[in-house]
């Protein structure tokens, strides 16, 4: 009634083999799949059918969803021949299901001795990616990416942080493959190590998915069903929006993959407010059994990584920016410390009037704001929050020692506020007095530093909040 498309030609026009059957005759749907399996180029079989077939309500729309009595489902029994009784199984489909099973049999056979002939690492290595347990020499990686980025103090956007890291742990993870959709040069997703996978070279351990990120979203998805690998692909934070429904699967289903977001605010500039994501991180925030992490230095985006690396039952969406941005973790500790979600970055000097509570590109504006603060008299804390889910998992104890009930609480991000309001107003609702530094509206087309500045995200906005909330 909607659709008019001939699906047929426009399938034959993009060069597949079409093959077409009566979709409810078994001889004709075997010789169309056989005639399509012997097919030199992808093929499409188009299977003519009626929906609800013997049903009252066939050939309707209501033949979707509704409803089935036992007079209708009767009525579908006769339409398809079917004599049997409710939940009985024919001795001779049993059988022959039976031995299609039996098949593999033989192959499952061949596998199991050529793993068996393999030396005892190899088998080991084999478990451990199939089990998703990261190698042991992860940790001691990412201590020493920290401990040089704490010597160097680098000036890195996020993405860059990310790439520095990549280049670390991709030779330690055999079993990570990464990707992009068709931005690889602005995601820096892809190191040197990995080669390209392409169809004649399937060693390759790097995809270039297109411009598809829902496609790339979802074939990661198969990867980690499949197993043996840890995907991660990159995208822009704003075509969270194309990749939205594979992205929501792999939440529903547990899957662990690693979607590397950047340009994830409206420091990326040029491009507008098309491209610049400002619910993005809301969206991804309220979408169940989902880590949103995103980090402020290289220091915090190398912890975003080992967790991300280690996460066994839920995706991880890493928020990086485009911008450079200065390091910001002064000291190295072996701990890591965006595991805990938030935690103390500079503490005040004397009386705790103000907590400053920032996520990636904006905690170095909360650290100038405690600058101007501090010179005034006002004892300010400044809290990086990398990550609200993890934050929330912490025991009562460590939230509390974080956000002590009583100072002024205002949050810098360069997002819309929602999400916020918990860590703001306190668990309670009634624990402090509090602002929102951050977007209320989309962007707009201009350099990163006078959009900062049209939209008030900046240290001496913040400064101002601060007191007029005092």
């Given amino acids: 009634m909607a659709d008019v498309t001939d699906q047929k030609a426009r399938f034959a026009a993009s060069g597949w083999d079409v093959f077409d059957c009566d979709g409810h005759d078994p001889a004709d749907i075997d010789r169309a799949l056989s005639a399509a399996k012997a097919s030199a180029r992808p093929a499409m079989v188009a299977c003519k059918t009626h929906i609800a077939l013997g049903h009252a309500a066939q050939d309707t729309n209501k033949g979707h969803g509704a409803l089935t009595d036992k007079a209708q489902l009767q009525a579908a029994k006769d339409a398809?021949?079917?004599?049997g009784g409710p939940f009985e199984i024919p001795a001779d489909v049993k059988t022959w299901w039976e031995s299609l099973g039996a098949r593999g049999a033989k192959a499952r056979a061949e596998w199991e001795s050529r793993l068996a002939a393999l030396s005892p690492a190899r088998r080991a290595?084999?478990?451990r990616i199939f089990?998703?347990?990261?190698?042991?020499?992860?940790a001691a990686t990412i201590r020493a990416v920290k401990k040089q980025a704490v010597a160097d103090m680098p000036k890195l956007a996020t993405r860059a942080s990310s790439e520095k890291v990549l280049q670390a742990v991709n030779p330690v993870l055999p079993e990570t493959i990464g990707g992009s959709a068709d931005l690889t040069g602005s995601n820096n997703t892809r190191t040197a190590d990995l080669g390209v996978f392409t169809p004649e070279d399937r060693k390759g351990r790097y995809i270039h998915f297109g411009i598809r990120e829902h496609g790339m979203a979802s074939a990661m998805n198969g990867m980690v069903l499949h197993g043996g690998v840890?995907?991660?692909g990159g995208t822009f934070m704003c075509f969270t929006d194309y990749a939205r429904p594979s992205m929501r699967l792999s939440a529903l289903m547990g899957?662990?993959?690693?979607?590397?977001?950047t340009h994830d605010s409206i420091g990326l500039g040029e491009d507008g407010p098309t491209h610049q994501p400002v619910e993005h991180l809301a969206i991804s925030r309220a979408t169940p059994n989902t880590l949103v992490i995103r980090p402020a230095d290289l220091v915090e985006t190398a912890e975003a990584w080992e967790i991300a690396l280690t996460e066994k039952r839920r995706p991880?969406?890493?928020a990086l920016s485009r911008q450079n941005l200065p390091a910001v973790r002064k000291t190295h500790t072996a701990q890591n410390m965006v595991a805990k979600g938030?935690?103390?970055l500079a503490e005040a000097t004397g009386k705790r009037q103000v907590i400053l509570i920032a996520?990636?590109?904006?905690?170095?504006?909360?650290?100038?704001?405690?600058?101007?603060?501090?010179?005034?008299?006002?004892?300010?804390?400044?809290v990086s929050m990398p990550s609200m889910e993890l934050f929330a998992a912490q025991d009562e104890a460590w939230r509390k020692r974080v956000l002590p009930a009583g100072p002024v609480r205002v949050a810098v991000e360069a997002g819309v506020r929602q999400g916020w309001d918990r860590w703001l107003l306190g668990e309670r609702g009634r624990e402090a007095k509090s602002g929102f530094i951050g977007m209320s509206s989309f962007g707009a087309s201009a350099p990163m530093e006078r959009l900062y500045a049209e939209f008030g995200i900046t240290a001496e906005a913040t400064v101002a909040k601060v007191k007029a909330l005092l």
Avoid at 359 to 382: C, F, M, N, P, Y
């Fill in 359 to 382: 996520t990636g590109s904006e905690v170095e504006i909360a650290l100038k704001a405690r600058e101007g603060l501090e010179a005034d008299g006002i004892g300010t804390r400044v």
């Fill in 125 to 127: 290595e084999f478990a």
């Fill in 80 to 83: 398809y021949g079917w004599q």
């Fill in 131 to 138: 089990a998703l347990d990261a190698p042991a020499r992860l």
């Fill in 230 to 232: 840890r995907p991660y």
């Fill in 342 to 344: 938030a935690y103390v």
């Fill in 255 to 261: 899957m662990p993959v690693v979607y590397v977001m």
């Fill in 316 to 318: 991880t969406v890493l």
